[in-house]
């Protein structure tokens, strides 16, 4: 397992970024990809969420990922992604437990209830929660 700093950092502009899509969004979830460096986000990429019903779950568009994937790469690495939880607190719900499948990874969760945004480091196994810092 890789080993992984107990933060995660966010740029002033990818976290202002990532609470203003999951507000536009909303009551949909939203959901991107986020790349930086190290445990630093400097950006999030808006993805669309072409879940069956928006309101209660997220799923990546698959070619937009690999679209936003890309152009994380061109400029940085591959960070994780986030998704929004509308009406929900910023824990991994079930679905999310089960369908995580990047591991090594970064999964934010921003929670409009509880204005915050929240980073899970999925280690494959299990989720680990990482304070949120903003440069």
């Known amino acids: 397992m890789t080993t992984v700093t ?9 976290y202002d970024s990532v609470l203003a899509h999951a507000r536009a969004g909303a009551p949909e979830e939203v ?3 986020l790349g ?3 445990e630093t986000v400097t ?3 808006p993805v669309p969420n072409v ?3 928006p309101t209660r779950r997220y799923e990546i568009d698959p070619e937009e990922q690999l679209r936003a994937i890309e152009a994380v790469e061109s400029d940085g690495e591959l960070l994780g992604f986030y998704h929004s939880h509308p009406e ?3 824990e991994p719900s079930a679905t999310d437990r089960a369908q995580a499948t990047w591991a090594d990874t970064y999964y ?3 929670s409009l209830p509880e204005e915050s945004v ?5 280690t494959g196994e299990e989720f680990l929660e990482r304070a949120v810092e903003i440069d």
Do not use: K, M
């Not at 107990?6 to 990818?14: E, I, N, Q, V």
């Open 43 to 45: 950006s999030a990429d």
């Open 36 to 38: 930086g460096e190290g």
């Open 88 to 90: 929900g607190p910023s």
């Open 118 to 122: 929240t980073a899970w480091y999925w």
């Open 108 to 110: 934010v969760i921003v």
């Open 31 to 33: 959901c991107g990809v």
């Open 6 to 14: 107990p933060l995660l950092s966010f740029s002033r502009g990818a």
């Open 51 to 53: 879940a069956d019903c």
